[in-house]
């Protein structure tokens, strides 16, 4: 966390997961913590998407199967799943990483994992140059 995710960086939990925001220190960029509850109309998801537009999350943890998802959280993991690459998948969560992250060589067989905040269309390259995997 503390490698992806500065200090005063924000995170995103959907659809409702406010225990990761107190374990990780980090803060969200919305007023709520539960997105069935704070999302109830369109203005609020508008409201909410431009927030994240303007300010995006580092990190946006997501557990699909939670039966608080709602069609407005359905709406901005397309988003983020758009604008995001999956880091990682661990039991019913995703992790969702602004930016692109490749692996960089640093010794015989050690990896360790690189992140840069470029845009999307700009990702294949970064991944073709040489003496990346």
Known sequence: MNREVRGDQTILALPVNPEIYFVTG????????????????????RAVMQTIRDRPP???????SDKYNTKFSD?????????????????????????????????KQEFRLRSFSTPKASRRTARARPGFP
Do not use: W
């Open 26 to 45: 980090r803060r969200a960029p919305v007023r709520f913590f539960n997105s069935a509850l704070g999302i109830v109309g369109n203005s609020d998801f």
């Open 58 to 64: 580092r990190l946006v943890f997501h557990q699909p």
């Open 75 to 107: 709406e901005i993991m397309v988003y983020a799943r758009t604008n995001y690459e999956l880091a990682e998948s661990l039991g019913e969560f995703e992790f969702i990483v602004f930016g692109t992250k490749i692996f960089e060589c640093v010794g």
